[in-house]
């Protein structure tokens, strides 16, 4: 499976369950949603720097560098911002 799909696709069951845990605490508001959405948001991000070019290793979240400071945003692109590999082909296969 791609790095790109792969990232789309924890995106949305984030996405997804962040809503469902946020209506959840509208709708009950206890302390303990209060923290479970906020365990969600972190692991949530946390998920999002796990997938990682396959090529130079650089997580696909990376898009450059500020006077030297890493910037990362939390949209995949089509290719590497560091080795330009496309993540849009599967990680298994030979370039």
């Known amino acids: 499976m791609s790095p790109s799909l792969t990232f789309n696709l924890i995106l949305l069951v984030f996405v997804v369950g962040g809503l469902i845990l946020g209506v959840w605490m509208m709708e009950y508001q206890a302390d303990l949603t209060e ?34 400071f890493p910037v990362f945003v939390g949209i995949c692109g089509s290719t590497c911002r560091e080795c330009g590999h496309d993540l849009t082909k599967p990680s298994d296969s030979p370039e």
């Open 35 to 68: 923290y479970a959405l906020s365990g969600w948001l972190i692991i949530s991000t946390a998920a999002m720097w796990i997938i990682k070019c396959p090529k130079c290793r650089t997580p696909v979240v990376f898009k450059g560098r500020i006077a030297g």
